[in-house]
């Protein structure tokens, strides 16, 4: 293949000799018309992305003398930019700026008028050159040895092409060094209303430098050749300046190590959700550039960034607000749409080519703290079936996020956002899943089922007890020995077998309270939702350990009556799992060690129409009740999340996770 034909701008020598010629150290050149663009202009495009980015280039550059000419033609730009602008009438070009921005020869015809036309105009050309020549010096200034020729030559200009059609002019903050003092500062800047009675009427108190040398509210833009035009408002109070340079920290390629940490993300959405007046667009502007960058996404998950976007913005709990709530004044609807919104940003970034390869490289070959905040973030940015399945579910990402919760927490807010994360899976994976377990299931107490056992009690029963049943207390209670028989075999062989109590009239029962032994005499007599089993169960806010609920379904286990286990779990649930229940309940329920309670306990805390502060308080109760043994709890999880059947015979989660797999304390 043949060589690419060289140019003027590959020789360094040609760039420094039109750098010289434009500082006013050498002779002037004509434009190059063939290209339509000034030899000066591709002499700093060269200097810039060639000469000093090579090896040794700075060095040279700077060996060369090219410091001085590069000074000289900054200071004289900044003179050309306090000429009169050639638009204005009676105004005339400055020798420094026809230098600078030199165009071609006034000719006619259409060939001039193509020229001119694709030309640009000398201000726009100014500013190319100024931002070029800046670029170069800058980079320059990475070696010390060019800082401190820069110094010896004088150093860079005054602060005054610095201010001058700057970021700051073009955003209409200010128009000059006028408006910046050297002493000011955030928290010494007056508001806005007070800065603008200052101005009008100076005191001898108000001595402070950024009243009124302060970055100003934006109010007009001067366009080259044109009447100044109307600039847009924007609130404009001491976070302005702050604001300002984070919306030049989130416009670099990558500005996650500086922004899409614990505590920025926290700094940024304070301020948009804790302003009094409506936040400055420039903080949303801000966030939903962060949240469509690529590079940003793993930083997004490592610092569970995401999960702080939902809580905060669509839930509307701040980290200070966990676990006690704070009053504040609220803009839900907006900060809802802007939470979603900034979700779906990071949505479309998950499910590119990028965001699986980043997901799947976190999930699998990240550090333990990385795989279970990629765990955690999965769902909420997650939307395709495939995606969130491979990850989730096969790839043992919902197994590494269950373990995690008996961990050292990795983030204040841990629990909460795991709590919402599995919520959210749930619904990913059973989207029509009725919100309403089966414990929660309000039962119609004007007709429960009728009790066979209340005939027994009267002073005339009929049919006759031919049995009693004797408690440790001394009260008797009758029985039918056939009915009793039949209810399990543990009376069968008890009642009818060859034990002694097949001969007694009076039998005994060990170990067992009036209270606990009452809804047991209505189950052996067929008594099925009568009502009995909610008589053992304590109120809510009493404890259930040591109760004589406890004391009932441990007598039903032992007396082989499965079916009355199930009818006072479900009046357990009932009682404790309601719909207005508190979330502390959902602790002491799971406490009585019973796995379809567990199961209940974990739907009640991911059920969808549940708050998500209860939700999260709950499953601080579930992760305190277990205690050393996790298992319970992860199976209750991956029974309810998974959408299987209750009752402890769902699909087991390998718990053979060494240590190491858990997260380790300590916020991103």
């Not at 033609?73 to 050309?80: E, H």
Request: proline share 11%; with cysteine; charged share 20%.
């Amino acid at each position: 293949m043949a060589a690419a034909k060289p140019t003027l701008t590959d020789s360094l020598s040609f760039c420094l000799a039109q750098l010289t010629a434009a500082a006013g150290e050498g002779p002037s050149r004509a434009k190059d018309s063939t290209t339509n663009e000034t030899p000066l202009g591709r002499a700093l495009l060269a200097l810039r992305t060639r000469h000093i980015k090579s090896a040794g280039g700075i060095e040279h550059f700077r060996a060369r003398g090219g410091l001085r000419p590069l000074l000289a033609l900054l200071r004289r730009a900044a003179a050309a930019d306090h000429a009169p602008s050639p638009a204005e009438p009676g105004s005339a070009p400055s020798p420094t700026e026809a230098a600078v921005a030199a165009g071609p020869a006034p000719c006619s015809g259409p060939a001039h008028s193509a020229t001119s036309s694709s030309t640009p105009s000398p201000p726009v050309r100014l500013r190319k050159t100024l931002d070029l020549a800046l670029s170069i010096l800058a980079n320059c200034c990475t070696e010390g040895a060019c800082r401190a020729e820069v110094r010896r030559l004088g150093g860079i200009l005054p602060l005054d092409k610095f201010i001058k059609r700057s970021w700051l002019i073009s955003e209409g903050y200010t128009s000059g060094s006028g408006d910046i003092s050297p002493d000011w500062s955030p928290e010494h800047c007056t508001l806005p209303e007070a800065r603008e009675q200052t101005s009008a009427t100076p005191s001898p108190a108000s001595n402070s430098t950024c009243t009124p040398r302060t970055l100003r509210t934006p109010r007009t833009l001067r366009t080259p050749g044109r009447s100044p035009v109307a600039a847009a408002e924007e609130p404009w109070g001491r976070e302005g300046p702050a604001l300002l340079l984070l919306s030049r920290f989130s416009q670099a390629p990558d500005p996650s190590g500086a922004l899409v940490t614990g505590p920025a993300l926290c700094g940024l959405l304070a301020y948009v959700t804790g302003a009094p007046g409506p936040p400055s667009p420039r903080a949303l502007r801000i966030l939903a550039r962060l949240t469509c960058n690529p590079a940003c996404l793993e930083a997004f998950v490592r610092s569970y960034g995401a999960a702080l976007l939902r809580a905060w913005l669509v839930l509307g709990v701040a980290p200070d607000d966990w676990p006690s709530p704070r009053s504040r004044t609220v803009r839900r609807s907006q900060h809802r749409e802007l939470g979603e919104m900034l979700l779906q940003n990071l949505t479309v970034q998950a499910e590119s080519p990028f965001g699986v390869g980043a997901l799947t490289h976190l999930l699998l070959s990240g550090s333990p703290e990385d795989r279970v905040a990629c765990a955690l973030t999965l769902p909420f940015i997650c939307r395709k079936p495939a995606l969130w399945r491979r990850l989730l579910l096969d790839q043992g990402g919902l197994r590494l996020l269950l373990m995690a919760l008996t961990r050292p927490a990795p983030h204040p807010l841990f629990l909460f956002f795991a709590a919402d994360s599995l919520s959210c899976l749930q619904g990913l994976v059973s989207p029509v899943m009725s919100p309403v377990s089966p414990a929660t299931v309000a039962v119609d107490q004007d007709s429960p089922s009728p009790c066979h056992y209340k005939p027994l009690l009267g002073p005339a029963p009929n049919p006759g007890p031919d049995l009693h049943f004797l408690l440790d207390s001394g009260l008797r209670l009758p029985a039918q020995r056939a009915a009793s028989a039949t209810a399990s075999p543990f009376f069968r062989a008890l009642l009818s077998g060859s034990f002694a109590e097949a001969q007694m009239d009076l039998v005994p029962l060990r170990g067992l309270s009036p209270g606990a032994a009452w809804p047991v005499l209505h189950h052996l007599h067929g008594c099925r939702g009568c009502g009995a089993a909610l008589g053992p169960v304590p109120p809510p806010g009493q404890p259930l350990l040591g109760s004589e609920a406890e004391e009932a379904l441990e007598a039903a286990g032992r007396f082989l009556l499965p079916g009355l286990e199930e009818e006072l779990e479900e009046a357990v649930g009932r009682i404790h799992l309601g719909p207005q229940s508190d979330p502390e309940s959902v602790g002491e329920v799971f406490r009585l060690g019973r796995p379809r309670l567990a199961v209940h306990c974990v739907r009640w805390t991911l059920g969808p129409g549940q708050c998500p502060r209860k939700r999260a308080l709950a499953l601080v109760g579930l992760v305190e009740a277990v205690g050393e043994e996790a298992g319970p709890l992860m199976e209750a999880f991956l029974a309810v999340v998974m959408g299987t059947e209750s009752g402890g015979k769902g699909p087991t989660l390998d718990c053979q996770c060494s240590s190491e797999e858990g997260p380790r304390t300590g916020w991103l």
